[in-house]
Each structure stands twice: as structure tokens, then as C-alpha cells.
């Protein structure tokens, strides 16, 4: 039964398997809001939604990838490298 309902999932898009339920907002200056409103025109941005989710979770996931703990001191793997 359990591999039956594993592969109803996986024909399920990813973006309706896991529902957004928690919301978040913040405000914008008017210069802010001017320049995402002249960015995403720029570029065809047409969900700003999405565009903002995706820029935030990137900069998140890149920086818990950076502050990840190793065995050994950052300035040492850099001497490491060649």
C-alpha cells in the first residue's frame, strides 16, 4: 500500500504537494518597492511572489552551506587549496 501511495505522489507536482500555509510580509520603502517593481519589468518577472520567495531562500541556504561546521578552520582549507 505504501509504494501504491508513493507513486500516486510522485505524479503529483512538487509545488501541490507541499502547500504553503505559513505567511509572511514585510514592508518596502517606496524607493525599494520602486526599484523590485523596475527590476522585475526589467527582467519579466511576472510573480513576484515566487521571485521573492526564491531570492530569500537562496540567500539563506547559501549562507547555513557557508556557516556549516567542518573539522577543520576556513583560512586553513583556503592554504589547502591549489
Known amino acids: 500500500m505504501a509504494s501504491r501511495k508513493a ?3 510522485s ?3 512538487l509545488h ?3 502547500k504553503r500555509v505559513h ?3 514585510f514592508m518596502l520603502t517606496a524607493e525599494e518597492n ?3 517593481e523596475h527590476y522585475c ?3 519579466k518577472i511576472k510573480n513576484k511572489a515566487r521571485f521573492m520567495r ?3 531562500l537562496r540567500t539563506v541556504m547559501e549562507r547555513l552551506l557557508d556557516d556549516y561546521p567542518t ?3 576556513k583560512k586553513d582549507l583556503d592554504d589547502l587549496i591549489v
Open 7 to 9: 507513486r500516486k505522489n
Open 11 to 13: 505524479s503529483v507536482p
Open 16 to 18: 501541490k504537494r507541499h
Open 23 to 25: 505567511r509572511t510580509s
Open 34 to 36: 520602486s526599484a523590485i
Open 41 to 43: 519589468k526589467k527582467y
Open 54 to 56: 526564491e531570492t530569500v
Open 71 to 73: 573539522l577543520f578552520d
